[in-house]
């Protein structure tokens, strides 16, 4: 058995881990690259594999960098199955279409205004392309136990987002664990990350291996945000995965109302995307500690703009109020038009609760630039900056470290780290090499590991 690492090394996107028996190949996700351009670049290069001869896709879970690379390889002619989580199915319905949509309206756009040097510059693949690949998806349950080949596999939960999966492949003798991403022990709305079985080989994200979540109550950084923002009479932006992440905000706003902390100011979901998540987060009840009375809660306290004439309708609505809206990283979505109109005001507050991967807008944001460039062209940045960390669906490093002392690895047992920009891949290797005796290293781009 070997294992070819495509993506998802030395970088947080583009996950991609290509596992070969005698008889079997699968692909175990296959996310977009994001944030730098040479990484992005990566996403027009072909996969060095024969995707005539790949058995099948197994997907941890349904963000992008995970993801967001199969309609791609739908596109170059791949028919094999794409086995998931049926939450994850659900998500993906949504996430692969408006990925598709998005690079459609960049395409137009560049071409438009002449901004690519690219005479007509194409997506990576289309909406129509990315809602044919769904006809690609199997979709199992937790525990269910599947056979592609010779390769025997089974998802069970690992927190982060509604589906989220590890990945427990056993062949020729060996049992594999692919962590997917790991969630957290008291995350705002999930339920915990479960431990892992015994494993010959593990491997595992590494997104916050380098860093130890805020203590602080993320409810309370919130409230005194948003108190602030509505005592300066501004407006609150607050770009936001769509999956997860729009989730908890709208449940830690609605419950600041309800216990009278915070104003009760208007809120606005600007995202057609993650409205629809909303709706199978209440619909998958039984994965996040929601009870039903607190998802209708959660939707009914906020006003959905489903419309582009709802969007721009915002424009005229009185302040103070709060937009949350996407991307997550501001690298797209209806989020970069309400930067473009409001960045500029010193009454703008930008909120990020989540990671930004280098290269991305939001992290150049982060980092105090004083102009952010927008579709060509660059809007100054007056608007205060500030970031939440407590609201991140990762594990990091110590709630890592206890994941593993839960799970019933030996503790010599073998583990790749994958996921995680430089920084934090190197900062859990010497993390576990001081304080354990897991045998730990990090995994290189293209790198290719016997058993």
């Known amino acids: 058995m ?59 879970h349904a963000h992008l960098d995970h993801s967001g690379y199969i309609p791609a390889l739908y596109k170059q002619g791949y028919r094999g199955p794409v086995i998931t989580h049926h939450a994850t199915k659900d998500l993906c319905q949504i996430l692969l279409a408006d990925s598709g949509h998005i690079q459609e309206e960049d395409a137009k756009y560049y071409s438009k205004h002449k901004l690519s040097k690219h005479e007509h510059p194409e997506p990576l693949y289309d909406r129509q392309t990315a809602e044919a690949s769904m006809a690609l998806f199997q979709s199992i349950d937790f525990d269910e136990q599947v056979e592609v080949g010779d390769i025997r596999f089974y998802l069970q939960p690992a927190g982060h987002i509604l589906g989220a999966a590890s990945i427990i492949i056993e062949a020729e003798g060996k049992r ?52 602030r923002v509505a005592k300066n009479g501004g407006v609150l932006l607050v770009p936001a995965f769509a999956v997860g992440r729009a989730q908890a905000l709208q449940h830690l706003l609605a419950s600041l109302m309800e216990q009278e902390a915070i104003p009760r100011l208007p809120i606005y979901l600007d995202s057609p995307m993650a409205i629809r998540v909303s709706d199978i987060f209440c619909h998958h009840s039984e994965q996040h500690r929601l009870s039903n009375e607190q998802c209708h809660r959660m ?16 424009a005229g609505q009185a302040f103070p109020h709060v937009i949350i809206a996407g991307s997550g990283m501001a690298t797209g979505g209806r989020i970069l038009h309400h930067f473009k109109r409001l960045l500029s005001d010193i009454r703008t507050t930008v909120l990020f609760t989540g990671y930004q991967a280098g290269g991305t807008r939001g992290a150049k944001m982060l980092e105090g630039v004083g102009a952010v460039k927008i579709h060509g062209s660059w809007i100054p940045l007056r608007a205060d900056v500030e970031v939440i960390s407590g609201l991140s669906g990762h594990a990091d490093y110590l709630e890592l470290t206890e994941w593993l002392r839960q799970s019933k690895l030996a503790s010599t047992t073998p583990i790749k780290l994958i996921h995680g920009d430089p920084e934090a891949l190197e900062g859990l290797r010497v993390h576990f090499q001081e304080q354990t005796h897991y045998k730990v290293d990090v995994a290189g781009y293209r790198d290719i590991l016997h058993l």
Request: hydrophobic share 35%.
């Open 299 to 314: 939707c009914d306290q906020v006003t959905y703009t489903r419309t582009v004439d709802e969007s721009k309708a915002l």
């Open 176 to 227: 594999i664990g692919f962590s997917g991403d790991v969630g957290r022990f008291d995350d705002v709305l999930m339920k915990p990350p479960r431990p892992l079985p015994e494993l010959d080989l593990l491997l595992m994200e590494s997104t916050y291996g380098n860093r130890q979540h805020d203590p602080q109550d993320a409810a309370q950084q919130l409230a005194a945000v948003v108190n």
């Open 2 to 60: 070997r294992i070819t690492f495509l993506g998802g090394t030395e970088t947080v996107t583009g996950s991609k881990f290509l596992l070969e028996t005698e008889r079997s190949k699968v692909l175990i996700d296959c996310g977009l690259y994001q944030g730098y351009k040479w990484l992005r670049e990566r996403n027009w290069q072909s996969l060095p594999l024969d995707i005539d001869k790949l058995d099948a896709v197994l997907l941890t």
